[in-house]
């Protein structure tokens, strides 16, 4: 797991949308796994900077969102869905019909579930795959106590997460309960993973994800057993990671053909 921890989200923005920058430029067919949630925001801020500058396009990649919340009429503001074309793609030039994310309209949600994982399978897997994490350790919507190896399924969110998301809502709304969410499992096939966090409220999630033993109760502790996996920090939250000097001493001295 390769560790950066950077200074303003601007920072975070350049050197994440310059991964990405590579995926498109480098596949004839590139793969996005989308995350949600106010960490990626710098990334897609740049993104869609260096795409009006034409350095980008998105014209013959696919984007896959990670989850969905269950019970929200489509196209509601608060789904993910229009979360991600509000603040990505309805400003690039990714085909509208090559934004997929859970079918959390259907009757058989299970079935669902499985039709998305096998979009994601016949687009040849997720090339690069976003996340940021919750103050719980979930990535995704996996909250603790999910399976290492769990695939794309219902959830149902903790107390905490829905709390913590209810800023995003409105005073007389209710943070829905169930969700549909990539397994944890399944985001371990993309091709690399890179979550980022922001904010000393994250930095207890973050050390147990990086440095903490490998368990179902810190669900980003995953990341562990991809072999490439990028976790880009800001100060606060990389506050409580024991090693933090050696990550800085690492990526300083990272020779100048290594990228992330
Ligand atoms: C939600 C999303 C996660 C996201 C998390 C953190 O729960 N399902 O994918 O990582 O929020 O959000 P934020 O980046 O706003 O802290």
Redo the contacts with the bound molecule.
């Keep these: 797991m390769e560790i950066v921890i950077t200074g303003a989200p601007d920072e975070i923005g350049d050197l994440v949308a310059g991964a990405i920058a590579r995926v498109l430029q480098a596949r004839p067919d590139p793969t996005l796994g989308l ?7 710098p990334v897609y801020r740049q993104l869609i900077d260096r795409h009006r500058r034409s350095e980008i396009s998105f014209a013959s990649a696919t984007a896959f969102l ?2 969905e919340y269950v019970g929200l009429p489509s196209g509601d503001p608060q789904s ?1 869905r229009r979360f991600i074309e509000t603040e990505l793609t309805d400003h690039v030039d990714l085909p509208p019909d090559r934004l997929h994310g859970p079918d959390t309209d259907r009757a058989d949600l299970l079935e669902a579930c499985r039709d998305y994982e096998r979009l994601i399978r016949d687009a040849g897997g997720i090339d690069l795959q976003l ?5 719980d350790g ?4 996996n909250e603790p106590t999910s399976s290492l190896a769990s695939r794309t399924r219902l959830k149902t ?1 903790t107390p905490t ?1 829905r709390a ?2 209810a800023r ?1 809502f409105g005073p007389d709304e209710e943070v829905p309960l169930h ?1 549909i ?1 990539q397994g944890l499992g399944a985001i371990l096939e993309a091709g690399h993973l890179v979550l ?4 000393a ?2 930095a207890e999630a973050v050390a147990a994800a990086v440095e903490g033993p490998l368990t179902a109760m810190c669900p980003a502790s995953v990341l562990q057993l991809h072999p490439h996996a990028t976790v880009v920090l800001d100060p606060d939250a990389a506050w409580r990671l024991r090693l933090a000097d050696y990550y800085r001493q690492t990526y300083e001295h990272k020779p100048p053909w290594q990228v992330i």
């Design positions: 995350a949600t949630g106010s960490s990626p925001l990670l989850d993910y996340l940021g994490i919750g103050s979930h990535i995704g919507f969110l997460t913590d998301n995003f969700v969410t980022i966090a922001m904010g409220h994250k």
